[in-house]
């Protein structure tokens, strides 16, 4: 999961408040000052969540399409998602893009990729009388949210993906779509293990009805097992600059990394061990000695600010299906195109300035339009940077951006975990980021009888913080490890520790490798970011990695996308356009004097588009991708 960002000045008053209610609250709690950890329970824990109702059909095999499968408990959409002043800024832009008068300058585009930023770019320039035609390189739609079926049905995806009520855009795409009901809300709690005590959870709970920020006020005071009041109270000085300075003040920290931070304001390292790590390794799959300060801050400012910023939901199974589907329908209906399986291979310039002739497909097949619109990695468009325009600053910049290696794995056990919870779980293990029993969570995978759960091995690579490279591990090596982990989350109900000494076992397991995902947000990656808009007349840069005031995420995605389709839009208008021009170039980017050939992409499997692969294929292994999307 990588999630959130942006700036909100709205509460000057708040960090007085919130002071004041870290103090107060605890009394009310009856909360012991200086409260240190409580003793072992003895009794495995688990959140008092809602009773699981795991209903109608059951079926011991995840692999059909039977939409009348449901899963836990459903909650309502939040009430209040839509009434932040981010929702309103993203509906907002939705219906100036909505309301371009159909006597406007129509005009063609061609977007590289079909990811989510290049379906929201696409969705948008329909809605405002364009025609957009997608072209992506795979055969399936999503990139990093990419599924496939394998040789059984089974879903096999890219990533576990969480989606948040502070999506404000990602919220605002679902309902314009009329899909609303595809996303499962669950409880409003936060759930971590118990890093010392194995198979016991704690969570932050949020009541409901209570207005932000006291709900988290609450959520954190309430919960005693994680930090001391003292700790509680230590997080303040950090938290306060934040909440007064609001964005500008998120953005200067990202020359920090969060120790570095954490040092400046005395914070504890406790705190860092206790929400920080996991937070992190949720956020950016890193460890928080490598992460800039910026992502922590820019998720907690949005769940201290929007009262159901960080309530959490899944969607109800495939992304292809149940999301990107629907934007293709869209855009089809309103005259554009995706085209699947249609890698763009080069970019071709006109000779009398820098501005895009025309895109190559492999085969020599060239495609013009009136505007370019690049939704590709940023990994991947680097290699396709023509030579006149890597001598551009706007280009150079992004030889600092780098997509972080992640690995995602779904195991399928012989049985339901009883001890499973209906939502994420923060796992706060050395090798494992966030997971979920998805045969609990999600409707397409819902089982009464076994479980799917799907984890998030972060960080996976030495530069993250891996003990070593996992990503060239073998995939036995890789379900090992992360069952080793999964002991000490069900100890009672996986391996040694479980009845028969053996407990569940995982009868089927896939592992898929994401070497470049989000761009890695070390210390001062930010001032790296490129604007939407370009220094190229014709061409736009969309993507989670482009500026935009969330973090790289599926919210990054669509808003980033959505921020291109207004470029074109003010564009093809003749007016100012909105974001007031290309962001400046920090004076740090060393600049070639000469320009260098586009390297290419190399390769032709979803790694060489950022996207993920099963199979083994790291340095020295002499394995290869498997052939799939
Ligand atoms: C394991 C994992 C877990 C995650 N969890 C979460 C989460 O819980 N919450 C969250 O908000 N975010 C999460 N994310 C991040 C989220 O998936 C991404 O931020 C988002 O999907 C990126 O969308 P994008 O369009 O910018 O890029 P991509 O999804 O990478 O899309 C780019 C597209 O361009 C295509 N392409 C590339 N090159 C070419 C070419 N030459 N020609 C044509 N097409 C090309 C690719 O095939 C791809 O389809 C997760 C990511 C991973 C990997």
């Known amino acids: 999961m990588a999630v959130l960002a942006c700036p909100s000045r709205s509460v000057r008053s708040v960090p007085i408040l919130f002071s004041m209610m870290v103090v107060a609250s605890s009394f009310l709690l009856h909360e012991t000052p200086f409260y240190h950890r409580p003793p072992p329970q003895t009794k495995p824990t688990v959140p008092s969540s809602p009773?699981?109702?795991?209903?109608?059909?059951?079926?011991s095999n995840s692999n059909t399409n039977n939409r009348k499968r449901t899963s836990g408990q459903r909650y309502p959409t939040p009430p209040r998602i839509k009434k932040t002043a981010n929702f309103i800024e993203a509906a907002a832009l939705s219906s100036k893009l909505s309301s371009i008068p159909p006597t406007s300058p129509q005009k063609t585009i061609a977007i590289i990729g079909g990811g989510l930023s290049g379906l929201s770019c696409a969705k948008y320039l329909t809605d405002a009388g364009h025609t957009a035609t997608i072209y992506e390189a795979r055969s399936v739609l999503g990139g990093k949210v990419s599924a496939w079926q394998d040789a059984d049905g089974d879903w096999i995806e890219t990533g576990l993906h969480i989606f948040f009520g502070a999506y404000p855009?990602?919220?605002?795409?679902?309902?314009?779509?009329?899909?609303?009901?595809?996303l499962q809300w669950k409880a409003h709690r936060m759930t971590f293990a118990m890093a010392d005590l194995p198979g016991q959870f704690t969570s932050f709970d949020f009541p409901?009805?209570?207005?932000?920020?006291?709900?988290?006020?609450?959520a954190i005071l309430s919960n005693t097992e994680m930090l001391t009041l003292e700790e509680k109270i230590r997080m303040v000085p950090g938290l306060l600059p934040m909440l007064i300075e609001g964005q500008s003040f998120i953005d200067?920290?990202?020359?920090?990394?969060?120790?570095e931070f954490m040092d400046k304001y005395g914070m504890p390292r406790r705190i860092n061990e206790e929400i920080f790590i996991a937070m992190g390794k949720a956020l950016d799959f890193i460890d928080p000695d490598k992460l800039s300060m910026t992502v922590i801050l820019t998720a907690m400012n949005r769940f201290i600010n929007e009262a159901d910023g960080s309530q959490t939901a899944f969607i109800d199974g495939n992304q292809p299906d149940r999301l990107c589907a629907p934007i293709v329908e869209h855009v089809e209906k309103g005259g554009g195109k995706v085209v699947t399986s249609c890698p763009i291979s080069s970019i071709e310039l006109n000779e009398n300035d820098d501005s895009v002739r025309c895109l190559t497909l492999s085969d020599g097949t060239e495609i013009t339009a009136d505007y370019y619109v690049s939704a590709m990695p940023v990994d991947v468009l680097k290699r396709l940077i023509p030579k006149r325009w890597s001598t551009k600053p706007y280009f150079a910049q992004l030889s600092e951006l780098e997509g972080i290696p992640v690995i995602n794995l779904q195991l399928w056990f012989d049985r339901k975990l009883t001890s499973s919870i209906d939502g994420l779980c923060f796992s706060r293990s050395p090798l494992l980021s966030v997971y979920a029993d998805m045969s609990t969570c999600c409707d397409e995978y819902a089982s009464e009888t076994q479980s799917m759960v799907e984890l998030v091995f972060a960080p996976c690579t030495k530069e993250a913080g891996a003990d070593r490279n996992w990503i060239a591990a073998t995939d036995a090596e890789?379900?090992?490890?992360?069952?080793?982990?999964?002991e000490r989350l069900f100890p009672a109900e996986i391996g040694p520790g479980a009845p028969d000494g053996v407990g569940a076992q995982v009868v089927k397991s896939t592992v898929v490798r994401v070497p470049r995902s989000v761009y890695a947000t070390t210390p001062g990656r930010g001032k790296y970011r490129p604007s939407q808009e370009s220094p190229i007349s014709n061409f736009v840069t969309a993507g989670d990695f482009a500026t935009q005031k969330f973090l790289?995420?599926?919210?990054g995605a669509v808003l980033s996308g959505k921020l291109?389709?207004?470029?074109?839009?003010?564009w093809s208008m003749g007016v100012e356009t909105a974001g007031g021009g290309v962001k400046s170039v920090h004076e740090s980017v060393v600049v070639p004097e000469v320009g260098r050939e586009p390297r290419g992409v190399s390769g032709v499997g979803p790694i060489a588009y950022g996207g993920g692969a099963q199979g083994e294929f790291g340095r020295g292994k002499g394995g290869k991708e498997m052939e799939h999307p």
């Open 208 to 218: 409901p009805g209570i207005p932000a920020p006291f709900n988290m006020a609450a």
């Open 169 to 182: 855009n990602m919220m605002n795409l679902f309902e314009e779509l009329g899909i609303e009901d595809r």
């Open 478 to 486: 890789i379900v090992d490890a992360t069952i080793g982990e999964l």
């Open 51 to 59: 009773t699981i109702l795991l209903s109608s059909t059951t079926s």
């Open 252 to 259: 200067a920290q990202d020359e920090l990394s969060v120790e």
């Open 564 to 570: 291109a389709a207004e470029v074109v839009c003010d």
């Open 552 to 555: 790289g995420s599926m919210e």
